[in-house]
């Protein structure tokens, strides 16, 4: 699996506990989300990049971030699929499940 710069930055800021929010989940601080990842309540994120390469193996990563909803940790991902699709996904941070996988409008 080849990752270009972007996507190795994006990997490298993640796994330094970055999180951001979006809708009603609840904002996570960079100290909290490292506490998360290094207590093992979130998977690191090549783990949760390795789900959504089997499912799209030519996805290009746009955005992610790591959100939580009523105790729930969970990651959620922007891809490219195809020149025309971006699909959102959100996957369980500490089981690395497909919890959602439509497409974005």
Partial sequence: ???????????????LGVASVAGNANDISQDEALKLRRSG??????RILQAVFKRYPDATI?????????????YELEILVDERVVRELDIDASSGKVLQDEVDD
């Fill in 1 to 15: 699996m080849n990752f270009s710069p972007t996507v190795i930055t994006l990997l490298a800021t993640l796994s």
């Fill in 41 to 46: 309540e979130v998977l690191p994120f090549q």
């Fill in 62 to 74: 746009l955005e992610v971030e790591l959100e939580e909803d009523d105790g729930e940790y969970y």
